[in-house]
């Protein structure tokens, strides 16, 4: 139940009219929520600058991806499309459950993990969409960055201490992973495998 609705059944339920300082509450909610659509039109008024310049930041980082083929280059348009649909869908419901429950399960990227982090941080510095929508469209590619990169860790960690698997890290992902220092991604530390340290 979101926080309009408690204070509803909470006046509801006592028998009496909303307080002055519950009025208050439910008038920055309603501000709140504008501004949340606003930031949410905002990007779907610009979403094909905001691709392109994602995808331009990860040719720019990662060269190594620019000679690939087409169809890989349609998909990284296509994955920086969908994250910026379901930043819009979060924005409006105001929360990230939805986005927990649907969108980061079992969905196949063309972006490796260091691409895609790229591709979101390059959002929160653009230029097409405005400082205050930012600071609200902020937390959620926040939440949505760390949520990857914990998913990813622990695919990564079932499958090296799988049997089948060489128990070693392949080097390209333990290099970007031990680059990351950004603590609000809140990682949990690695146990040693294979005699390897913590990364």
């Not at 600058?49 to 620019?66: C, G, M, V």
């Not at 379901?86 to 924005?91: A, D, N, R, S």
Request: aromatic share 10%.
């Amino acid at each position: 139940m979101d926080a309009a609705s408690l204070i509803y059944a909470k006046a509801y339920n006592q028998s009496r009219f909303l307080s002055n300082s519950e009025l208050d509450c439910l008038r920055k909610c309603v501000a709140d929520g504008l501004a949340n659509i606003e930031a949410a039109q905002e990007i779907t008024n610009n979403c094909d600058s905001l691709i392109q310049e994602s995808y331009e930041a990860i040719r720019n980082d990662f060269p190594e991806h620019a000679s690939k083929i087409e169809d890989w280059q349609k998909k990284c348009r296509r994955d920086i499309d969908y994250f910026l649909r379901v930043i819009t869908y979060c924005l409006v419901s105001e929360n990230t459950s939805l986005l927990n429950k649907y969108f980061l399960n079992d969905i196949d990227l063309a972006l490796h993990i260091d691409c895609l982090v790229l591709a979101l941080s390059t959002i929160l510095k653009s230029n097409f969409i405005s400082k205050q929508s930012l600071e609200i469209i902020t937390p959620y590619v926040n939440h949505i960055i760390s949520n990857i990169i914990r998913s990813s860790e622990a695919q990564l960690f079932s499958e090296v201490t799988s049997d089948e698997f060489p128990r070693k890290w392949p080097e390209e992902l333990a290099e970007f992973y031990g680059s990351i220092q950004d603590e609000s991604f809140d990682r949990q530390p690695q146990p040693e495998i294979g005699g390897r340290e913590e990364l």
